[in-house]
C-alpha cells in the first residue's frame, strides 16, 4: 500500500513556527524525488519545496526560501518540512508527495497562520 501520511499541522501566530511531517509507506523516500506542496482555497496546488534522492539537494519556492527547509529521514522513511517565520500567506492545506513518478495524494495536513 503506497501511503503518504502528513501531520504536524495546526494554527500558530504570524512569526512562529511547525514542523510538518510526511510518513510514507510502500516505497522508499530515499529512491525519489520528494515534494512539499500546498493549496489555499480558490487556489492552484503550488510547489514549495523539494529534495532529491541522492544528495538531499533541495529546491524552494521563492515565496518560501528562507524560511522553510525540506528534510528527510531515511531511517524512518519520512520527509519534514520545518517551517519559520510564518506569515499569513503561508497558510493552506499541505501535502507532501513523490515526483518522477507522482504519486497520489494523502489527504494533507492545514496550516493556519492567524493573530
Known amino acids: 500500500q503506497v501511503q503518504l501520511v502528513e501531520s504536524g499541522g495546526g494554527l500558530v501566530q504570524p512569526g512562529g513556527s511547525l514542523r510538518l511531517a510526511c510518513a510514507a509507506s510502500g516505497f522508499t523516500v530515499s529512491t525519489y524525488i520528494m515534494g512539499w506542496y500546498r493549496q489555499a482555497p480558490g487556489k492552484e496546488r503550488e510547489l514549495v519545496a523539494s529534495?532529491?534522492?541522492?544528495?538531499?539537494?533541495?529546491n524552494y519556492a521563492n515565496s518560501v526560501k528562507g524560511r522553510f527547509t525540506i528534510s528527510r529521514d531515511n531511517a524512518k522513511n519520512t520527509v519534514y518540512l520545518q517551517m519559520n517565520s510564518l506569515e499569513p500567506e503561508d497558510t493552506a492545506r499541505y501535502y507532501c508527495?513523490?515526483?518522477?513518478?507522482?504519486?497520489?495524494w494523502g489527504q494533507g495536513t492545514q496550516v493556519t497562520v492567524s493573530s
Open positions: 508527495n513523490k515526483l518522477r513518478p507522482m504519486g497520489y
Open positions: 529534495i532529491s534522492p541522492v544528495g538531499e539537494t533541495t
